[in-house]
Nanobody
Framework: QVQLVESGGGLVQPGGSLRLSCAAS????????IGWFRQAPGKEREGVSC???????YAADSVRGRFTVSRDNAENTVYLQMNDLKPEDTAVYYC????????????????????????WGRGTQVTVSS
């Protein structure tokens, strides 16, 4: 059974850092593109970052230079390192898996569409506040 579990969220002050983890089970995550999304109250789910099967990384303009996605295939885990956090980063963060993607999947607009992904985790809350 395909399963994704996020962890690492919490309360952090502006300018602080967090590292989110997305642990995969039931499938080999290196064969999937993994996307990170976030959803703030009253807002639509937003694509934040994506890592392709080749390890190519993409980030939304709002987080580029602050957030970095990476993967550890031996651990079947994908990470999202978040630095210089801002109050507007407050949201529930989700990871999602796209099976059998082309290697360029993350570079396209479709990587930011939640409907393109096959499996989702339940999310982890990130709150940035002083």
């Amino acid at each position: 059974q395909v399963q994704l579990v996020e962890s690492g969220g919490g309360l952090v002050q502006p300018g602080g850092s967090l590292r989110l983890s997305c642990a995969a089970s039931g499938f080999t995550s290196e064969h999937y593109a993994i996307g990170w999304f976030r959803q703030a109250p009253g807002k639509e789910r937003e694509g934040v970052s994506c890592i392709s099967t080749r390890g190519d990384r993409y980030a939304a303009d709002s987080v580029r230079g602050r957030f970095t996605v990476s993967r550890d295939n031996a651990e079947n885990t994908v990470y999202l390192q978040m630095n210089d956090l801002k109050p507007e980063d407050t949201a529930v963060y989700y990871c999602a898996a796209k099976g059998g993607p082309p290697y360029y999947f993350c570079s396209g607009f479709i990587a930011r569409l939640p409907g393109e992904y096959d499996s989702w985790g339940r999310g982890t809350q990130v709150t940035v506040s002083s």
